[in-house]
């Protein structure tokens, strides 16, 4: 679907560049593995190749949760569109790093990357019969990017910066992140923040709750994440996200099956739920944040926003890996 307001914002997206390599498997291939399923796990090169190893087949699509996002608001906009859709991060100077910045430009993403002597990082995502899917993330050269890799020109440029907590993971992306944050500010664009997964939240909760505040306009978390983030506890949906007023003028709170609600300034809103054919939840939360960023670019409000964020969502848990090139355009 293609909104016919016109976008009028450039978009940045700063984050881990990650190979995705996304197969099925059954329960048993996580024998030997300290892991729960379902779960994002950063882990070192000789696991991530052992756990790579256990995939009978596979597909490979760049990804890396923001990498996700920004592709996903390049395929809504259609090819040739402008403004520029563009992605900044650190790849190895390998065939996997040079795939995946053929991948972004194949996307209509304009790459913005700084090139390391480590190798490119790789998330092996197993899919299991329970429609879960549980990722080993190596980082690679994801963990030196720092503030001297950020894109100045893309920073001066931009309309809507979008980044993830995954960033908090090494010092100098965190300092990365901070950095194009108050850049971007400076100038007036819209900062937006997914905190990306629960265990994000739990070792960042305390610097999360100092930084995010005044410096996120628009903050994406799951039930789980902002439940953590605002304290625990069980409280209905609407508590937890009017005690999350005090982080953002927007949150908008995905509740996989039964939709999402966007807690803004005139009040609670929810996005209608789509009913969806599971096949893979890989990149699902990523696409919701892709058609809710891009309707709000259009202009539409929260509840719009929503509820195309879920009909994207819908769709690509309908196929393999996060692909939208496998994607109807009509949602």
């Not at 984050?15 to 024998?31: I, K, R, S, T, W």
């Not at 699509?61 to 920004?70: D, E, F, H, L």
């Not at 929260?302 to 994607?327: F, I, Q, S």
Request: hydrophobic share 40%; with cysteine.
């Amino acid at each position: 679907m293609k909104l016919k307001t016109p976008l009028v914002s450039s978009v940045l997206g700063i984050e881990n560049p990650l190979m995705d390599f996304v197969g099925h498997v059954g329960f048993e291939a996580f024998e030997g593995l300290d892991v729960r399923p379902g779960t994002m796990n950063l882990v070192d090169e000789e696991l991530m190749l052992r756990v790579l190893a256990r995939l009978p087949s596979c597909e490979t699509v760049p990804g890396g949760s923001c990498a996700n996002t920004i592709r996903g608001i390049a395929w809504l906009r259609g090819s040739g569109s402008v403004p520029q859709t563009r992605y900044s991060g650190a790849i190895g100077d390998d065939e996997i790093g040079r795939s995946f910045e053929s991948g972004l430009r194949e996307c209509g993403v304009e790459p913005l990357l700084s090139r390391k002597h480590s190798r490119t990082g790789v998330s092996v995502i197993l899919a299991t019969p329970d429609h879960e899917r549980t990722m080993f993330t190596y980082l690679g050269a994801c963990r030196e990017y720092g503030p001297d890799d950020l894109p100045a020109r893309a920073l001066d440029e931009v309309g809507l910066l979008y980044i993830t907590g995954y960033l908090w993971d090494t010092e100098p992306q965190k300092a990365a992140a901070r950095g194009a944050v108050e850049h971007v500010r400076r100038r007036g664009a819209t900062v937006c923040l997914d905190v990306a997964d629960p265990f994000v939240v739990s070792r960042y909760r305390e610097e999360f709750l100092a930084w995010i505040p005044g410096r996120v306009d628009i903050l994406f978390a799951n039930r789980a994440e902002l439940t953590l983030l605002v304290g625990g506890g069980e409280r209905d949906d609407e508590i937890t996200l009017r005690a999350a007023a005090r982080f953002a003028p927007t949150v908008v709170m995905k509740v996989g099956k039964e939709g999402s609600l966007c807690l803004h300034p005139r009040g609670i809103e929810r996005g209608a739920a789509v009913a969806a054919r599971v096949v893979d939840t890989t990149g699902a939360g990523d696409a919701f944040a892709a058609g809710y960023l891009y309707a709000h670019l259009a202009g539409k409000g929260p509840a719009e926003a929503a509820n195309l964020g879920n009909r994207v969502a819908a769709k690509v848990v309908g196929v393999e890996g996060c692909r939208y090139d496998a994607l109807a355009r009509e949602l």
